[in-house]
T-cell receptor
Framework: GAGVSQSPRYKVAKRGQDVALRCDPI?????LFWYQQALGQGPEFLTY????????KSGLPSDRFFAERPEGSVSTLKIQRTQQEDSAVYLC?????????????FGPGTRLLVL | QKEVEQNSGPLSVPEGAIASLNCTYS??????FFWYRQYSGKSPELIMF????GDKEDGRFTAQLNKASQYVSLLIRDSQPSDSATYLC???????????FGTGTSLTVIP
């Protein structure tokens, strides 16, 4: 595709509800990242995939957060038993090597509000 | 100590002036450095990256890297109102795959 796409763009969840956020990376991009961005803050790293392998999940804030990329393309970030502190924008980025450096391209984000 | 520090601003400059944005980082193992622009309610978009000491120019933008002092800056020449946004500095470490972002500097260019 032309760029990274994410769905849904907006999600309102009741506290305790499970949510699933989807990311479609740029075609051919091997690497995929998930970030959480709170209001007024920079993106905070959550997890990283290279193809279908989750190589780094050190940024996931709790065991309620789970991410997968089973076929090395589309990725899903799942949050179980959502809490109010999970309210944030969740950004997905895919990356490629350009000019000798790996550069990331972000999707539009999913804005999650937990009531 | 955060990996990446930025002055949150706001920074205001008149149209046509040079805007100077600064970023410091804590890990000497940082490998490459990125500047992103983020408009309100939008996702970050890459402006440029730098990984060697010195200056790198791209149009009205110049990134400067000083590894000894652990800082990276972004200069925007001939600032335009459309440059008004939050500018995020990001670094990538040699180890691992993480990109660390600063909190961003809010820039307003006054017509």
């Amino acid at each position: 595709g032309a760029g990274v796409s994410q769905s849904p763009r907006y999600k309102v969840a009741k506290r305790g509800q499970d949510v699933a956020l989807r990311c479609d990376p740029i075609s051919g991009h091997v690497s995929l990242f998930w970030y959480q961005q709170a209001l007024g803050q920079g993106p905070e790293f959550l997890t990283y995939f290279q193809n279908e392998a989750q190589l780094d999940k050190s940024g996931l804030p709790s065991d309620r957060f789970f991410a997968e990329r089973p076929e090395g393309s589309v990725s899903t970030l799942k949050i179980q038993r959502t809490q109010q502190e999970d309210s944030a924008v969740y950004l997905c980025a895919s990356s490629t090597v350009a000019g000798g450096q790996e550069t990331q391209y972000f999707g539009p984000g999913t804005r999650l509000l937990v009531l | 100590q955060k990996e990446v520090e930025q002055n949150s601003g706001p920074l205001s400059v008149p149209e046509g002036a040079i805007a100077s944005l600064n970023c410091t980082y804590s890990d000497r193992g940082s490998q490459s450095f990125f500047w992103y622009r983020q408009y309100s309610g939008k996702s970050p978009e890459l402006i440029m990256f730098i990984y060697s000491n010195g200056d790198k120019e791209d149009g009205r933008f110049t990134a400067q890297l000083n590894k000894a002092s652990q800082y990276v800056s972004l200069l925007i020449r001939d600032s335009q109102p459309s440059d008004s946004a939050t500018y995020l500095c990001a670094v990538r470490l040699i180890r691992g795959n993480q990109f660390y972002f600063g909190t961003g500097t809010s820039l307003t260019v006054i017509p």
